[in-house]
C-alpha cells in the first residue's frame, strides 16, 4: 500500500506541473532525458475542462544509476 502522504504530494505536484529539482533548462532534445517517447504522459484538465498541460515521465541511466525525470510538455524544462 502507499502512503497517504506519499499520494498526496504526487497528486499536488501533478496539480501544479512541478518537480523538486530542475536538471535541465532549454532541452531540445528530450530523448536524451528518456522523455520521448516518455514512458507516460498524464494530461492534466481543470474542473471546467480546460486543459491545463500535459506532464512527460521518463527515466534515463545517470552515471549508472536509473533517474526518474518529468517535463512539462513544450517547456523545455526537464525536472527530477
Same mark, same amino acid.
Given at each position: 500500500?502507499?502512503? %497517504?502522504? @506519499? ?13 523538486? *529539482?530542475? @536538471?535541465?533548462?532549454? @532541452? ?7 522523455? *520521448? ?6 494530461? @492534466? /484538465? ?12 521518463? %527515466?534515463?541511466?545517470?552515471?549508472? %544509476? /536509473? *533517474? ?13
Amino acid at each position: 500500500p502507499v502512503a %497517504q502522504s @506519499v499520494l498526496t504530494q504526487f497528486f499536488n505536484d501533478v496539480a501544479t506541473l512541478k518537480g523538486y *529539482e530542475i @536538471v535541465a533548462d532549454g @532541452v531540445a532534445d528530450l530523448a536524451a532525458w528518456g522523455l *520521448e517517447p516518455p514512458a507516460m504522459a498524464i494530461a @492534466v /484538465r481543470g474542473a471546467d475542462g480546460a486543459d491545463l498541460g500535459t506532464m512527460l515521465l521518463g %527515466q534515463r541511466d545517470a552515471d549508472g %544509476q /536509473r *533517474e526518474y525525470v518529468a517535463s512539462r510538455a513544450g517547456s523545455g524544462t526537464v525536472m527530477k
